[in-house]
């Protein structure tokens, strides 16, 4: 079963950037694909992008042509670069893995657009 760590959450001012970072453990992560999660207050968790172990990508309209996803299998880790950042970014972001329905959730990292 794999486990899955998020970081670099934070507040930032619209229009910056931040880089959330996913640490597996406990299987590689070279068979699963990866996602990111968003879950705003008030609102259904949706998928922000994803990147399948044939590095395949696809993002949520609303995030295309400002963030990008990637994955380091050497690593175990998988990033999604946020730029241009607005308000309506502001949620909790989440890490998923999955290979037929296994997978895996991490516990979160809070994303605050705000001027």
């Known amino acids: 079963q794999v486990q899955l760590v998020e970081s670099g959450g934070g507040l930032v001012q619209p229009g910056g950037s931040l880089r959330l970072d996913c640490a597996a453990s406990?299987?590689?992560?070279?068979?699963?694909?990866m996602a990111w999660y968003r879950q705003a207050p008030g609102k259904k968790r949706e998928l922000v992008a994803r990147i399948n172990r044939d590095y395949r990508t696809n993002y949520a309209d609303s995030v295309k042509g400002r963030f990008t996803i990637s994955r380091d299998n050497a690593k175990n880790m998988v990033y999604l670069q946020m730029n241009s950042l607005k308000p309506e970014d502001t949620a909790v972001y989440y890490c998923?893995?999955?290979?037929?329905?296994?997978?895996?959730w991490g516990q979160g990292t809070q994303v605050t657009v705000s001027s």
């Open positions: 998923n893995a999955d290979y037929l329905g296994l997978g895996g």
């Open positions: 406990g299987s590689i992560i070279d068979i699963y694909d």
